[in-house]
């Protein structure tokens, strides 16, 4: 690629964190990916797209895709709509042979998300998924150690992640709370994290057994309603799930805990000793090796505190003492993907992640609908 023209659809909160990661990469990794230009942008109101040119230094606007595909300055597509919009954008983008990048999930159900592999293939280019987590420098060395096999066999794991917000019965619908719009409700939100998590870190995952919750089962309609709406999607999931490596362990996700701001946290135990991290302390990774010597008085046995702090190797710009940010795993999420296609390498997180997310996501739901185990399907 000679350069890298950004065409994003949508502009909202994640679309302007995808703003800020373009914008530092050029600092963050010199020389390392052509020129990066935030070439359009496209909204459905000219307003908001007017102020997307000011905010971000867009160069371009439009309220129509059709338009913003047939930019010769667009060569990558930014996909940051709510779910239900992603089929149709990331579709149209693949039939112009444009790449694309979307935040999660890939598409509203797994329906979608297969038919958008099969678009991909048969246009030959790459969709890479924003699943920042795992560029995590604490979740970077975490799968360092687990590959290196410093764990051993893996028996158990827990994965919760934990959001508060929803609990006021008087918050209006959203397209979050609209299953039509969002596919889906916690288990969709924040359950495709630790799915991935799971997955990257771990493998892949072979049954599962969920049982969920709607807490609030109707809420005002919009802002100010006397009118209320019935909400049909999941306020919170509990999942049993059993890896094809054999371990089993749990996750859980919730917008119902009061108090929590952004806890995700994931521990896993092996022959050889164990992990643990927290997205609120991020900027350590604890392990523990039961190989190192114990004495009568304890020995050398105990959690020991990594400071993963910002480490990226190859990156400048930011000294890697300094703590890492949220933003920051966008950016160096988007960096990979930039970087693959740069070199003409796949990028990972890929389509294919996104889409078996979805196929775990639809055995989830499928559990709680019939209370039964639930088998991966072959793929």
Known sequence: MDHIGIGMVGYG?????????????????PRQLPDIHLAAVCTRHAETAQSAVQEAGFQAWYTNIDKLLEDEAVNIIDCTVPNDAHHAVIKKALQAGKHVYCDKPLALDATQAGDLVQAAEKAG?????????????????????????ELGEIYTFRADYLHSGYQNPSRPMSWRLRKEQAGGGALVDLGSHVIDLVRHLLGE?????????????????????????????DDAAWLKARLRNGAEGSLHVTRFATGAQDDLSIEIYGRLGGLRFNLMNLN????????????????????????????????????????????????????????????????????????????????????????????????
Not at 13 to 29: A, K
Request: glycine share 8%; net charge positive.
């Open 13 to 29: 909160m994640i679309g302007r964190v995808h703003c800020l990661g373009y914008r530092e990469l050029s600092i963050l990794y």
């Open 125 to 149: 280019v790459q969709v890479g998924m924003t699943f920042n987590y795992r560029f995590l420098p604490a979740i970077m060395r975490a799968h360092e150690i687990i590959q290196a096999g």
């Open 205 to 233: 995952v072979e049954a599962l057994h969920c049982t969920m919750r709607t807490f609030i089962k109707e809420r005002p309609a919009y802002p100010g309603a006397a009118q209320m709406e019935d909400v049909l999607v």
């Open 284 to 379: 350590w990774l604890y392990w523990y090796d039961a190989r190192r010597p114990e004495g009568p008085t304890g020995g050398e046995r105990g959690w020991t505190r990594i400071e993963t702090v910002q480490r990226y190797p190859g990156a400048s710009g930011l000294p890697p003492r300094a703590p890492v940010g949220w933003s920051r795993t966008h950016a160096e999420n988007q960096y990979a993907f930039l970087r693959a296609l740069h070199l003409g390498r796949p990028c990972s997180p890929n389509i294919m992640d996104g889409y078996i997310n979805h196929l775990v996501i639809e055995a989830a739901y499928k559990s709680a609908k019939t209370g039964d185990w639930v088998s991966m399907p072959e793929r």
